[in-house]
C-alpha cells in the first residue's frame, strides 16, 4: 500500500527566535513517504522570512493573489522533502494556514499542523498516518500528547495526556492544535469563513475540530509527538480572556446553528 502525501503546514508570525529548530523538527521526520514543508510566513516583521528562505536551495519563484510563493526540492532527512514558502500579508493564523492549504490542496492527503515556535518529535507524521491507515477513511483527525518546554533550558516542564471523548471535546479543546487532519475531512466542513475560520483570532483550530467531529472520528496517539515551547510572548498562554470567551462561545453557537440545521 503507498503512503499518503503529507504536507506540514506552519504559519509564522514573528518567530525569528524559534522558527529554525520548528523547520528542522519538520525536515527531519522519519516519514519515508511524500513529504511537503509549506511554511506561510504572515507579514512578519522580524528577520523570520530570511531564516526560512535559507532552507530553499535554487528556488523557483511564482507569485499568487495573496503575495511571493518559492519553492525548492530534495531537502531533509531523506533528501526528497519539497519546501514552499509563501510570504503572504498579515491576515491571522487561519488566513496564513488557509493560504497554505489552497495552495497545496492538490498534492495533499493529509495536513500535519505545527506551529512556528513548536517542534515536532521524529516519529509524529509516521505514529500518525498508521492510525490514517487503519480508520480507511473514517478517521478525520489524529492527535497526540505533547510537551511544554520551558525556553531557556529546553527541559520539559509538564506532560499533557488527554485521550480523545467528544463529550471532553464539548466541554474543553483538548485536541492540541498541532493535530494532522485528512484533506478529505477539511473539504467536508468549509465554510465561507475558509477551512479555518478567519473571523476568529483564537479558538479557530477548536472551531475546526468540531465540525470535523461531527462528521468523522478523532483519534489520539498516546504518547508525546510535540514539543510545546512556554514563553513569555506565546499567545496559547497569554491570550486575552475576555477575547478567548468571546470565541469559545462562538464555537458554541456554531455547533449549535449546525444541529439546528
Known sequence: MSLPSVTILIANYNDENYIDRCIESA??????????LCIVDDGSEDGSWDIITSYLKNPKEDKIEEG???????IGRFGRTNIIAIKSKNGGPSSARNVGINYTLEDTDIYAILDSDDEMYENKISSCTNLFARGEGMIGVVYGDYDTINTETGKIIREFKEPYSRRRLVQECIVHSGALILKDA??????DTGYY?????????YDLWMR??????IAHVPKSLTKVRVTGDNSSFIVNQEVWQKNWMRVMEKMQQRANG
Open 27 to 36: 525536515v527531519n521526520q522519519d516519514f519515508p513517504g511524500p513529504l511537503t
Open 212 to 217: 470535523i467531529s461531527e462528521k468523522y472520528i
Open 197 to 205: 475560520d478567519e473571523t476568529m483570532r483564537t479558538c479557530e483550530d
Open 68 to 74: 511571493i510563493v518559492l519553492t525548492s526540492k530534495n
Open 186 to 191: 477539511l473539504q467536508h466542513v468549509l465554510e
